[in-house]
């Protein structure tokens, strides 16, 4: 079959055996699978844990190639791509989402840009039946933006800002008015995706026009998100919230960086990590999809064919697109 490998230089479409039948798993024929940040990294070679000649692709969605978790042969369905240890303190509490040995589909398993991919049962989430394999494949996304807005504890009236407008950043942004913020600003610098957050009716700001307006004693937000995780965004960002607020970090840093310790202090800004997603969120993902309350087609700015794939990389990391989507089988 075709898949798109990861190949340690560079990333190619190559021809791969397909996945072996195995019981207790299932085996998906992909229809539509996204490309996000995670790829570009282990693109890059900065994943500390993909190894040469992984398939990548996390985020998917595809019929059953053949029947498995009491589900039919054809059943639409995504996936909760996280593979626990069941063991450690988190999988044992039940936050296995934050598992210690939180392995993925796509980095640590052949993942779902190829024909088919092999998932272990359990993990499956059928979709309804007349839901859009393409908003399927964004089930994943959207659920990280749910379990940053749920981590958030935003509450109606409240003022959020969102750092970054990439496919996380206005997913982040939508669940953030669904949730009941009266206001969203958007803090990004390329221009094509903060026209994109303005047609979303997102209020476009800059960084520094947050942190005047602070020093003047108006008032910003009571919550941010971090969906950029830039270095110079994390210790710019305690300067962008209320004294009180909430910094949630949805973006991953690849490496430590500096926080003013001092100004989260004085402002008793509380810091709430967040990982992926739990089961429920990705759930209520499909939810908020199937019932039109998230519309993902002005995200979704771009597809291509498996057989380009490898170019699905680079127009993402040029930055003019939202999220592109690989068409491996409509
Ligand atoms: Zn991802
Ligand atoms: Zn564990």
Known sequence: MKALVWRGADVAVMDVPAP????????????????????????????????????????????LAEPAGGLAAGTPVTVEPLLWCGRCPACRSGARH????????????????AEQVSVPA???????????????????????????????RLRLGEVAVVVGAGPIGLAVATCARLAGATEVLVVE?????????????????DGATLTAAREAGEGVGQVLF???????????????????????????????APVDLQRVTFAEIEMIGTRVYRRDDLETAIR??????????PLLTRTVPLAAADTALDLLRAGSEIKVLIEVAA
């Open 226 to 256: 971090d969906t950029a995780a830039a270095p110079a965004v994390a210790a710019a960002t305690t300067g962008w919230i209320d004294p009180g607020g909430r910094i949630v970090l949805v973006g991953v840093y690849s490496r430590p």
């Open 189 to 205: 610098p390329a221009e094509m995706r903060r026209e994109r957050a303005r047609e979303l009716g997102f209020t476009v700001v």
């Open 20 to 63: 072996d039948r195995v019981p207790g798993r299932a085996l998906i024929d992909v229809a539509f699978a996204g490309i996000c940040g995670t790829d570009l990294h282990i693109r890059d070679g900065d994943h500390p844990r993909a190894k040469p000649s992984l398939i990548l692709g996390h985020e998917f969605a595809g019929r």
């Open 98 to 113: 934050v598992c210690e040995r939180l392995r993925m589909i796509g980095i640590d398993e052949p993942g779902a840009v």
């Open 288 to 297: 908020l999809l199937d019932s039109g309350a998230v519309d993902p087609r």
């Open 122 to 152: 359990e993990l499956l989430l059928p979709l309804p039946a007349t839901m859009d394999l393409r908003f399927g494949a964004f089930v994943e996304p959207l659920a990280v933006a749910v379990h940053a807005v749920r981590r958030s």
